[in-house]
């Protein structure tokens, strides 16, 4: 193979390199110059060896004898032979010349890039450039190109010896980038901007002819497909694929000089989450860059919103669930409006609980002695740089460093909240996108530079420092101070004189409630119909279009809609969801600040089609035939008028959200809807009944003795025959008879139990302790003895049983064990992260089907064929993440839910298609807490966080009865009459299936399992809550309507009484006993028999040996059992 060289080709248009070998001729010499100058023909110039046009090439089939290295030199035939601008601006003209090399090769094997044209200065003196259309530079650029740039000066009294027109060496404007000026202004500029940068190399080129400026993006990468044509990497390296050493330097300039956000409400928004959660929250920026009068030829980043994307978080750390489905829908929405993202903005807020600083929050972070940004937040953010590149026309490569910035929100000085703007360095960006830097594990103000491997060549990376005797010396970056590669950018907010516009109503004071920020579920804050009716009742008067006045203020529509996160709900809703192309008559009359334009837009057609829906289902006189009235009279018509105001838990102070009356956290009653009452738990005492006043006879208080019955999992097995309970301090086995009757079969002392699963009727059982949350225990409880155990890598979320298979959840994967041996038969791993440890298995051995989340994102359900162990069909079933999912008795049939919880789908488990569809609600997202199938599979029950348990039939469109003369069947009517009318989703709203039946809690909010099952030829609904109430409900399969409730146990207290069960006879109420105070309206006569007293005078024990477990007998009288005691855990149940 012939050796490659390099020629070096001079002309007036700059210098280029082209690659050469022995076996070139000269006509190929010609043609490779050609294409390195993009010339249209060899007949164009004439190549010399020498300057002075002496020597010249001739284009012949000869082969040339260049050397490595030589120069030759492009004389011109005809006039123009190298397009030029001579539109340039005169104010260029003291720039000089400039020549922008690219070191990516040409299909010509030379090293100039077609896009960008070159610089020369002509004779006089003016800056020439080749149009370039395929690069279009932020308008903020274009606008300081044509700025002179240069820094007036008065005239000095003292050393201008001229009249007031001259000007002298001491009054002349000074250059943008001038070193004195920058570091005398006050306060000191630290880093010019990056349009003064250009100028400053443009001068440098200009002062010397043979200097050539260029913006070359850093590559720390090894280039692919070496021209020389070696082995790549590990087996060949050449000089001219590997990239050069870096040595870091602080970059002189930043390409954004001010960060500043339009208002504080906007970040008040945005930390509400960390107010309420006390964990970190991530958003996007959205605005706009504009000229900045600060630095010479600055540039402000403008911040008008903040977009929240999914994310998980904690209260250190945020994981961010890329990719973001509505990505592309919000840019599109704030291209719309004018705007675009512009940085990122994270929060690392530590709350000061030891009160030693002055304000609310600690300071941590921000100086020399802690740190700035951490290393993975430095490669956050150049990920981030690197994904917004800034377009250049000065660079070959198109674009050069970035416009995006980094607010990190933390403690200052003084304890209070305080946001700090930061970029990273051009060559940080390299680092990061060439995968070599990493963080320290204990220290985040350092960083570390990959090593080389058989996998990547790592170039090596430098930096300097002064060592003891003041010499400076140079140090390899294992590891690398972050100062090097991070550029800190001024934030803050307008002035209380400063005239700015808000681009959105973030400011408006006449909105008391804004609507609410999406991606927020965590704290319980849904953007749904249900908010929106909220966000739309606080204007007190409405028109037809919309547009609202209250008193003697006057709500501008403008003000109504001017919210990006209410403009981004109406994109993307399922209910009734708005294109661009309807959305944008109203964008572009928001971005206009058009209140004419958007009054038209809300009296048009896409409005009203919501205005119409929300009045549709507010609250109306309704017509019932029987007992059994239309879906909307419990649901959607009591959430119309429902408060939405969030309340502090006077507990636990979590902020909860208005809709609910029990704190989420820990169970503790709103305090102004609180019933006060004289005791928790009644006991007999000299003939009257007592209340708990302080602490119990062992002298333990009533939080302690309360919190031993904390429930933490409660559990049908597969055939609805039997329940488990598992509390803080004992777990509990009940077997469901047929008259209705639950009783306690096994009581055992065992320690936080968070998961426990029995097959079928049988004594085997599997069971999980948060004390060993990677450690499952299979068991023989009837004997007391273990079967077997198994440890695994990660905390087990979930464990499924049948016949054949016992299956272990995790939150990257899943083991499939034989029941038989319990061995490993298979393992199912990069499982798309399950935190819950969402699952189900078929109880049927035939079809022994599991299922499981196909996505974190999405709705998508896999089923996986446990028997044959291979992968079955993938189901897509919701839009949004699942929230439920179970099998029927079959296994043929699987029922999904998402998070929103407004629509329940039943699904084909062998081809996955679609069944079923039932909508739970309209207007309000609920949470599913489970999905119960009857046993003939001919009706699925699904529970939630709302005060409905919903039974839909599953009934085929044929077998369907008759619409009753109800208002609501009158409307379903007509509205299936005209449903080719209305939009999609509209029509798909109000003619979906609802609930053939249901059961109307009094508590809602308690989180509950449910199960169905036909006893004495009538079918049975089983809702166990997570209180210790068992309630068991009468489903009538073939009118439907509100179940009727026969009976409702108390587990807590089946020790102590063999005739628990209560029968409904009046309307009385009685206490919880998890310590919450909620009461329940349960219809029932409260058996003295059955109150649990507050102490006993005898513990209940019961001597164990080995390894069997304690079981604590629900034979001991009445007037022995008192309050239980439980006892310890047994001795080596975790050794």
């Not at 006449?510 to 739309?536: H, W």
Request: one cysteine or more.
């Amino acid at each position: 193979m012939s050796k490659a060289s390099i020629l070096r080709v001079q002309s007036s248009d700059g210098t280029k390199r082209v690659d050469i070998n022995s076996q070139d001729t000269y006509k190929t010499i010609y043609q490779k110059v050609a294409q390195a100058f993009s010339l249209a023909s060899i007949e164009d110039f004439t190549l010399y060896k020498e300057k002075n046009k002496q020597s010249s090439l001739g284009r012949t089939q000869n082969r040339t004898n260049f050397k490595h290295g030589d120069m030759i030199y492009l004389i011109a035939e005809r006039e123009n032979l190298f397009p030029t601008d001579t539109t340039a601006s005169s104010s260029s003209s003291s720039y000089g010349t400039l020549d922008f090399k690219s070191d990516t090769p040409t299909n010509g094997n030379s090293y100039a890039s077609p896009k960008i044209g070159s610089f020369q200065t002509n004779n006089m003196g003016k800056l020439n450039t080749i149009n370039n259309t395929d690069i279009k530079e932020d308008d903020v650029d274009i606008q300081l190109d044509k700025m002179d740039g240069r820094i007036p000066r008065k005239r000095n009294p003292q050393l201008c010896h001229h009249n007031v027109h001259g000007k002298c060496l001491h009054c002349i404007p000074i250059e943008p980038y001038d070193e004195e000026f920058l570091k005398n202004r006050n306060p000191p500029i630290k880093h010019m901007s990056f349009r003064a940068y250009i100028r400053k190399l443009q001068s440098s080129a200009a002062s010397d002819r043979t200097t050539f400026a260029s913006l070359e993006n850093i590559s720390c990468s090894i280039k692919e497909k070496c021209a020389t044509g070696h082995a790549p990497w590990p087996k060949g390296v050449c000089t001219k694929c590997q990239p050069n050493p870096v040595t870091l330097m602080r970059q002189p300039y930043r390409h954004v000089d001010n960060i500043m956000f339009e208002n504080g409400n906007m970040v008040n928004r945005f930390l509400n989450y960390w107010r309420s959660s006390g964990h970190q929250r991530i958003g996007f920026l959205y605005g706009r860059y504009e000229v900045y009068d600060g630095v010479p030829l600055g540039v402000r980043a403008v911040v008008a919103a903040i977009y929240e994307p999914p994310q998980e978080t904690s209260r250190d750390s945020v994981k961010l669930n890329l990719p973001d489905p509505h990505e592309a829908l919000i840019d599109d929405l704030a291209r719309r409006l004018n705007i675009r993202r512009i940085g990122w903005i994270f929060t690392d807020l530590v709350p000061d609980e030891s009160k030693s600083g002055s304000g609310p929050v600690l300071h941590h972070r921000g100086n020399v002695n802690s740190y700035f940004l951490s290393a993975q937040e430095c490669i956050m953010a150049g990920w981030l740089q690197n994904n917004h590149p800034n377009v250049c026309k000065y660079s070959p490569d198109g674009y050069f460093g970035s416009k995006f910035v980094t607010v990190v929100v933390t403690g200052d000085v003084s304890g209070q909240i305080h946001f700090e703007g930061y970029q990273v360095s051009n060559q940080c960006m390299a680092l990061v996108k060439s995968k070599i830097l990493l963080p320290t594990y204990d220290a985040p103000e350092l960083g570390y530079v990959r090593e080389t491997s058989s996998e990547q060549y790592v170039p090596d990376v430098y930096y300097k420092e002064k060592d003891s005797y003041n010499n400076e010396i140079m140090k390899i970056a294992r590891p690398l101070p972050l100062e090097y590669l991070i550029i800190d950018v001024p934030t803050g907010f307008p002035s209380s004189d400063a005239q700015i516009q808000s681009t959105f109503n973030d400011d408006c004071k006449t909105i008391k409630t804004p609507f609410c920020v999406e991606n927020r579920m965590q704290i319980g804050e849904l953007q749904d119909m249900n908010a929106l009716a909220s966000y739309l009742q606080q204007f007190s008067k409405t028109t037809n279009a919309g547009i609202t006045t209250a008193g003697t203020s006057q709500y501008k529509a403008t003000d109504i809609l001017a919210d990006i996160h209410l403009l981004r709900y109406l994109a993307v809703n399922d209910i009734i969801s708005f294109s661009m192309d309807q959305l944008d008559p109203l964008l572009d009359s928001i971005r206009t600040n058009d209140l004419n334009g958007v009054e038209t837009w809300m009296e048009g057609s896409d409005w009203q089609t919501i205005v119409q829906v929300l009045q549709t289902h507010s609250p109306s006189p309704t017509a019932v035939t029987g007992n059994r009235p239309s879906y909307m009279d419990f649901e959607d018509q009591r959430d119309l008028t429902s408060s939405l105001s969030q309340w502090n838990c006077p507990r636990c102070t979590f902020i909860n959200d208005g809709s609910s009356r029990i704190c989420e956290i820990c169970s503790c009653e709103k305090e102004s809807d609180k019933k006060i009452m004289s005791t928790l738990v009644n006991r007999p005492s000299g003939g009257a009944s007592s209340g708990i006043t302080g602490a119990s006879n062992d002298g333990s208080t009533d939080n302690d003795v309360l919190s031993q019955y904390k429930v933490l999992t409660l559990t049908f097995n597969q055939d609805c025959t039997s329940l488990a309970m598992g509390t803080r301090k004992t777990y509990a086995l009940f077997t469901i008879s047929p008259d209705n009757k639950i009783d306690e079969i096994y009581d055992c002392a065992y320690d936080d139990v968070c998961i426990i699963e029995r097959l079928f009727s049988s004594s085997l059982t599997a069971l999980v302790s948060n004390q060993a949350p990677r450690k499952l225990k299979v068991c023989h409880f009837k004997k007391g003895t273990e079967i077997c155990s198994y440890s695994f890598a990660n905390t087990i979320l979930a464990v499924k049983l049948n016949r054949l298979r016992l299956i272990v959840c995790l939150e990257e994967s899943i083991y499939i064990h034989n029941m038989r041996d319990m061995k490993v038969l298979h393992t199912i791993r990069d499982v798309p992260s399950n935190r819950e440890g969402l699952c189900a298995l078929s109880s049927n051995s035939e079809n022994s089907y599991l299922a499981y989340p196909g996505s974190s994102l999405t709705g998508e359900v896999q089923v996986f064929d446990t028997l044959n162990l291979k992968s079955g069909v993938m189901i897509s079933a919701h839009e949004s993440p699942l929230a439920a999912i179970a099998f029927d008795m079959t296994g043929t049939k699987l029922a999904t839910a998402s998070n929103k919880g407004t629509v329940i789908r039943v699904h084909s488990a062998v081809d996955g298609t679609r069944l079923f569809e039932f909508r739970r609600g309209v207007r309000r997202a609920a949470t599913i807490y489970s999905l119960a199938f009857s046993p003939d599979s001919m009706f699925l029950a699904a529970s939630s966080n709302t005060e409905t348990i919903h039974i839909f039939r599953l009934a085929n469109p044929k077998e369907k009865a008759p619409e009753e003369a109800t208002w609501m069947g009158y409307l379903g009517r007509k509205l299936s009459d005209v449903a080719h009318y209305l939009p999609k989703q509209t029509s798909e709203v109000l003619t979906q299936d609802r609930s053939f039946a249901f059961v109307h809690l009094q508590s809602p909010g308690m989180k509950t399992a449910i199960a169905m099952n036909v006893l004495n030829k009538t079918l049975k609904l089983f809702v166990a809550g997570y209180d210790g109430v068992v309630c068991v409900y009468e489903v009538n399969t073939n009118d439907g309507g509100e179940c009727k409730q026969i009976s409702q146990h108390l587990l807590f207290s089946m020790s102590s009484n063999s005739n628990n069960q209560q029968i409904v006879t009046t309307n009385e109420t009685r206490n919880s006993i998890d310590g919450s105070g909620r009461t329940y309206s349960t219809n029932i006569i409260t058996n003295d028999n059955a109150t649990v007293p507050l102490s006993s005078t005898s513990p209940v024990t019961t001597p164990t040996t080995g390894k069997n477990f304690i079981h604590q007998s629900s034979n001991i009288p009445n007037d022995e059992q008192n309050f239980p005691r439980l006892p310890s855990s047994p001795p080596g149940l975790y050794d």
